[in-house]
């Protein structure tokens, strides 16, 4: 079993962002029950009481899109305006993100975090450097729609 | 000089007897001692009435002040010098009608301390504000159902139609699956499935939730109170007397939807981490009282609402068809409580 405990700490750690947050479904093959069940650098414990639609809040519109989402200062956008439909950027005080959908059986099953407060600006880079980072996957999932990515691996 | 002061006196009683204004003179017991000839074709029906007592009160139904829409209540011929300029009165004409009226008095110096009272009917410029005011509130509800056909449009599409296509391309991807890898391509199709599944579960809950019709109050509010906390993260505490007991269909719908819009300010509002909900059968069964509470950042009453303000207004037009009164009570930096207080007439 991968020991994502520790790999978000070191994540945050590799990228000195505030807050990491991993989502992820109880099973990985029907996708059901997600939540944010990893964190580090978290405020409070109010997390563990959100659970995670496909379609609402930053890692449901992530899973849906299966694109990156990058916020840098949630004030000029939406996500500032309506906190309420975002309750990790509201509970964890956040004010820039990142989040990175991580792929598995050809699914965005779950998202990556990287988030800052206190209007800490999120480094010019680190688009680049998380990218670089998942290159290699992150535990059993793979950073991008590639079909044959597992085979490659491995 | 004096040539032109007869005119003035002509051109007066002229414009007294010719004007549409309607103009009384009355004297200090507020007795009518005369009307111009627009007054007297419009009041004119009681004139039996009014020639024993001549009292102004035989026609006057009140006027509206601050306190009342109608009222008698520092009466405007009583003490005339309170009142700055025009206002609104209501007069009872020929059919018996009570008519709006915009009215000014005056109070002629002189012993004999008359007071000239004048009146415009301003029936149809009341009309024409309740005119647009039902425009105004339409166009909101209007678009308010538009926008909730579109979400539920989107749902659909998004989710629905979505999850419906990844089951086709699986379905297809079947066919060229060797043995070893179809049972994880039918255990991936059964998760789709079931995700499907509670998509449309969800979607028809948000609609209305079908526990509310088999289930009552108690059983739909819980499952509502717990897709919020999850939803929203909040922790909301609820509080029931009423078990499983059922009430109108009317009764539970209102107490359900003010519970669901009250929650929903809470949430998006008040920044408040707790929620008290509580809906209470009287000990006496008269009455069912519903609070719902939130100890956030409260507003003010008097403030142009922060949405469409329809919210409250929804909130208040469903408790009247259920003879409820809707109260708010707010405190900046302190909260917000919304209580519901419904009588309850006979069980369904």
Sequence with gaps: ?154 | MKTQKVDIDAFMKQYFDETDEMILILNRFNQIIKMNNAAQSVLHNQYNKLEITKSLCTICTGFTSPDAQITCKNCFAVSPSNIDGTFQVFMRDKNNTVVPYSGSIVELSGREQLKVLTLQNISEQIKTQEILHQKNITKKIINAQENERKRVSRELHDSVVQELLNVMVDFRLLKYQGEKSMDKQLELMEGTMARLMDDIRRISLELRPSSLDDLGLSAALRSHIKMTEQNFGVDVEFHTNIKDERYTSEIETTVYRVIQEAMHNAVKYSNSEKIFVSVIKESLGNTLNVSIEDQGDGFLLDDTPKGTGLGLYGMKERSEIVNGIVDIHSELGKGTEISLTIPLGVKS
Aim: charged share 30%.
């Design chain 1, 1 to 154: 079993m991968f020991d994502y405990e520790s790999a978000v700490k070191q994540l945050q750690k590799d990228m000195g962002v505030d807050f990491v947050g991993l989502a992820l479904p109880s099973n990985l093959k029907s996708e059901q029950d997600v939540t944010w069940k990893y964190v580090c650098g978290n405020l409070n414990e109010r997390y563990k009481r959100i659970h995670l639609r496909r379609d609402s809040g930053v890692a449901g519109v992530v899973m849906k899109t299966g694109r990156k989402w990058i916020d840098r200062d949630i004030s000029k956008t939406d996500v500032g305006e309506y906190t309420y439909k975002f309750p990790i950027i509201k509970f964890e005080n956040l004010t820039s993100f990142l989040a990175e959908p991580l792929w598995k059986y050809n699914k965005v099953v779950a998202v990556l975090l990287f988030a800052n407060r206190n209007h800490t600006p999120l480094t010019e880079t680190i688009e680049a450097d998380v990218e670089k980072l998942l290159e290699t996957g992150f535990g059993p999932f793979y950073p991008e729609d590639v079909i044959n990515f597992e085979n490659t691996k491995g």
